[in-house]
């Protein structure tokens, strides 16, 4: 996940332009790469943007993602800032991992949490204790 801070811009170097899901990002040279937009979550009431490249880049091929927070600058144009810390970036991507995999479902069968999507470490409206 290194690929992130390689390929990460501060805010005003970021430029978006949405054609479908494909978005195009400037590089730190000022070169403008394509990337596929996967998924944006929700992650600890923070926004997290990811994008795999569109063909195979230095050091990040096809089947990898890059992730971005979201974040809105003065006048409510997406910002895409990059995670610089390693433990944050992780606990995203594992978030991320779990949605897709469907494994975000608690495990304790009531309704209220099927595909709850909420803090695992808080009580839901049944009244049970969520635990990693």
Avoid at 63 to 92: H, M, N, Q, T
Avoid at 116 to 125: I, L, S
């Amino acid at each position: 996940m290194e690929e992130n801070k390689k390929l990460g811009q501060e805010p005003e170097e970021l430029d978006l332009e949405e054609e479908g899901d494909i978005v195009e990002l400037i590089d730190e040279e000022g070169k403008s790469v394509n990337f596929r937009h996967v998924a944006t979550i929700d992650y600890q009431n923070e926004w997290y943007v990811f994008f795999s490249p569109t063909e195979e880049l230095d050091g990040l091929s096809e089947d990898e993602v890059v992730i971005f927070k979201l974040a809105e600058d003065e006048d409510g144009s997406d910002l895409f800032l990059p995670i610089e810390d390693e433990a944050l970036l992780e606990a995203v991507y594992n978030d991320y991992v779990a949605i897709m995999d469907g494994e975000d479902d608690c495990d304790c069968g009531c309704e209220d949490c099927e595909g709850c999507g909420h803090d695992h470490d808080e009580d839901c409206d049944c009244g049970c204790k969520h635990e990693d």
